[in-house]
């Protein structure tokens, strides 16, 4: 399994901008497709973005389509959600999450990822 660490996370107003970082050990990370999802209190866990193994597909959920970035960097073993004028529906813990596959298609569920972070808290005020 490879093992993920989230970073990046913080509290910050509605409007304001974050990036979130993933870094990944224990396997060779460009095997991986990556994704994040993100969790509110009192709600399912659910998709946000992910990314095939070598950028050459991003996937977004409708929510956060044209104001979040997903992206990685092979060499740094490590994936990236830039997130743009972030809403307070936004707040959630948000997690990454990896897949073992080299294919440009992947399911989006919560269920195709088996591999978890423990996660980043991001707080939007209003």
């Known amino acids: 399994q490879v093992q993920l660490v989230e970073s990046g996370g913080g509290l910050v107003q509605a409007g304001d901008s974050l990036r979130l970082s993933c870094l990944a050990s224990?396997?060779?990370?460009?095997?991986?497709?990556m994704g994040w999802f993100r969790q509110a209190p009192g709600k399912e866990r659910e998709f946000v973005a992910a990314?095939?193994?070598?950028?050459?597909?991003?996937y977004y959920a409708d929510s956060v389509k044209g104001r979040f970035t997903i992206s990685r960097d092979n060499a740094k073993n490590t994936v990236y959600l830039q997130m743009n004028s972030l809403k307070p529906e936004d707040m959630a813990v948000y997690y990454c999450?990896?897949?073992?596959?080299?294919?440009?298609?992947?399911?989006?569920?919560?269920?195709?990822?088996?591999?978890w972070g423990q996660g980043t808290q991001v707080t939007v005020s209003s």
């Open positions: 999450a990896a897949k073992l596959t080299t294919s440009q298609f992947m399911g989006l569920t919560r269920a195709d990822f088996p591999s």
């Open positions: 224990g396997r060779t990370f460009s095997n991986y497709a």
């Open positions: 990314i095939s193994w070598n950028s050459g597909r991003t």
